[in-house]
């Protein structure tokens, strides 16, 4: 049918047209603030990263010890109340070089987000961060890596205050 | 073959305007340790399917679901939210009984409503963004209307409502878990700010912190588990048109329709002389008596007069809201209704200490999703 039509009615619409507002839309902006309680087992893992240490917690059922940190063993459903010290050194489990921004930039030198098992932790248990100090693309799984930590007195209780895992030779 | 389906198993962690001390994931696993030591059962083992009540923007995070099953021993199980109220969570769940796919499920909803730093921002956002939000009117001004037409069609008087607030705040004296209990003349009620007249600031339920884990499971396991197994007699909701502009704003047609839905399930013609006391809205305090009429107990115009004459006090022949409400209990988000339940079970099983009620078989919840909606729930429970 539509062979046959040579013109269509109607008025055609441009980006510059939605742009220029002649196309009506309401633009709104949500003032959503939140500040979420860290609570027993995060609060614990911040406060010891604001100390220079990783914390991990121990299930005396399972016998695993995870981190980060919580209250709770997903697998046995058991309180965790035991909170251990780690070492800042693990190996990279997984990882990824991520070419475009949290905002949406395409960018040339990738992001490196990472899996790092922490060593003295139960395999799987890890922490989610970046990799520095390393070419991308010389970054492999199984790659053994160190924390690098703000300087103390920068150090706020944040999962920031690991600046990110570099490689290490052993 | 019987098929019914029973609440085995109730906890709760809170109810504090603040809880500093724990994340909303350790509020939830204390509720639901409770609730599982309640019931008799181990989530590992047990409990076949779970579900949370959870709206995202109370929560700040997307996809809520994915942050609830590591602190209800749901890891590696099925697993979902539901946007709604409480009450909508266990219809949800008694569903899923009913299938005869699951035999034990478990419910669980919360409010870290103290976390939530811009809440007019965030309760703003369920306005509709095309017609009223340009508006930049908090959201409560919502109750405010619907107070203002409920009064002048039904000929309910300030002082009638504000006697909810006298009764409920008192009522939660008793109740360990309400922060909110209080000793109010109907005049220190009556001379607080207006919030949006005519409601005043002192009969609107304040923000608490809590959770509530609910275990429901089928008759065979629930007559093996439970010495108390809370029946769920009947359970409806119900939605009406949200538009501001053309609801109708005296009546709360939803909640005549859900409970007319539930009282179907349920066998009941006149609920006033089926049901013993009622667990309902009072996030406003008119909005316990418009409520009770839409739920049929009363007739328009009636539960304002029956509340001044102390027929829903705690010793009156039609107990309401003994566990406080949410005006003595807090306004706990998506977990209201859950609130309402626990109650009934408590008083059903008679656990219910200082305001157990004597001899009651049969007890209503209903709860409502709160400004801007028009969306309610009614669930009727029996020992
Ligand atoms: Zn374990």
């Given at each position: 049918m539509s062979d046959k039509i040579s013109n269509y009615p109607g008025t055609p619409l441009s980006e510059k047209e939605i742009r220029d507002g002649n196309v009506l839309s309401i633009h709104d902006q949500m003032p959503g603030d939140f500040s979420w309680d860290t609570g027993v087992a995060i609060g614990r893992y911040l406060a010891g990263l604001k100390e220079g240490v990783i914390l991990g917690s121990h299930c005396t059922h399972c016998r695993r010890t995870v981190v980060p940190?919580?209250?709770?063993?997903?697998?046995?459903f058991r309180p965790m109340d035991s909170f251990i010290p780690l070492r800042d050194t693990g190996t990279v489990n997984t990882f990824s070089l991520c070419?475009?921004?949290?905002?949406v930039q395409r960018i040339k030198e990738p992001e490196t987000p990472a899996v790092i098992e922490i060593d003295?932790?139960?395999?799987?248990?890890?922490i989610m961060h970046k990799l520095g100090e390393v070419d991308p693309q010389q970054i492999s799984i199984g790659m053994r890596v160190k924390a690098v930590w703000k300087p103390a007195a920068k150090r706020?209780?944040?999962?920031?205050?690991?600046?990110y895992f570099k490689p290490i030779q052993e | 073959m019987s098929d019914r389906v029973a609440i085995i198993g109730v906890g709760w962690s809170g109810f504090r305007p603040?809880?500093?001390?724990?994340s909303y994931k350790e509020l939830m696993y204390e509720a639901a340790r409770r609730a599982y030591s309640d019931a008799g059962v181990d989530p590992r083992r047990d409990v076949e399917s779970f579900i949370t009540v959870a709206e995202d923007f109370h929560e700040g995070?997307?996809?809520?679901?994915?942050?609830?099953?590591d602190q209800l021993g749901a890891v590696l199980k099925p697993m979902h939210t539901i946007a709604g109220d409480g009450l909508h969570g266990l219809a949800t769940a008694y569903m899923l009984v009913k299938t005869g796919q699951f035999s034990i499920v478990a419910l669980e909803g919360h409010s870290k409503?103290?976390?939530?730093?811009?809440h007019a921002g965030i309760t703003a956002y369920?306005?509709?963004?095309?017609?009223?939000?340009?508006?930049?009117?908090?959201?409560?001004f919502v109750a405010g209307m619907e107070m203002n037409r409920y009064l002048y069609d039904t000929g309910t008087t300030p002082e009638q409502c504000a006697q909810v607030v006298v009764k409920n705040r008192r009522n939660a004296l008793?109740?360990?878990?309400?922060?909110?209990g209080a000793e109010l003349s109907l005049d220190e009620v009556l001379s607080g700010p207006h919030l949006s007249w005519p409601l005043g600031m002192r009969e609107t339920a304040e923000h608490v912190d809590g959770a509530i884990t609910l275990v429901i499971a089928n008759e065979e396991k629930a007559l093996a588990l439970s010495n108390y197994p809370i029946w769920i007699l009947g359970i409806g909701w119900s939605n009406d048109s949200p538009a501001l502009e053309n609801r109708?704003?005296?009546?709360?047609n939803y909640i005549k329709d859900a409970a007319r839905f539930a009282y179907r399930q349920a066998g009941i013609h006149h609920s006033y002389q089926a049901i013993d006391f009622a667990e309902v809205?009072?996030?406003?305090?008119?909005r316990e008596l418009q409520s009770l009429e839409a739920l049929g107990?009363?007739?328009?115009?009636e539960a304002g007069q029956v509340t001044e004459e102390g027929l829903?006090?705690?010793?009156?022949a039609f107990p309401v809201?003994?566990?406080?409400g949410s005006l003595g209990m807090g306004n706990l988000l998506d977990a209201n209704g859950l609130a309402r339940a626990l109650e009934v079970v408590l008083q059903l099983r008679g656990?219910?200490?200082?305001r157990q009620l004597d001899e009651v078989s049969i007890g209503l919840a209903q709860s409502w999703r709160g400004v801007p909606t028009a969306s309610g729930a009614v669930a009727i429970l029996g020992n």
């Open positions: 940190p919580r209250n709770v063993c997903e697998w046995c070419y475009v921004t949290w905002d003295g932790a139960s395999p799987l248990h890890g706020e209780g944040a999962i920031t205050d690991i600046l | 603040i809880t500093p001390e724990f995070t997307s996809i809520f679901d994915e942050y609830t099953p409503a103290s976390n939530m730093l811009t369920a306005q509709d963004p095309v017609l009223n939000r340009p508006l930049r009117l908090n959201t409560h008793d109740n360990p878990s309400a922060p909110y109708d704003w005296s009546s709360a809205d009072d996030l406003y305090a008119y107990f009363f007739k328009p115009g829903t006090h705690r010793d009156g809201n003994v566990s406080g656990t219910a200490g200082p």
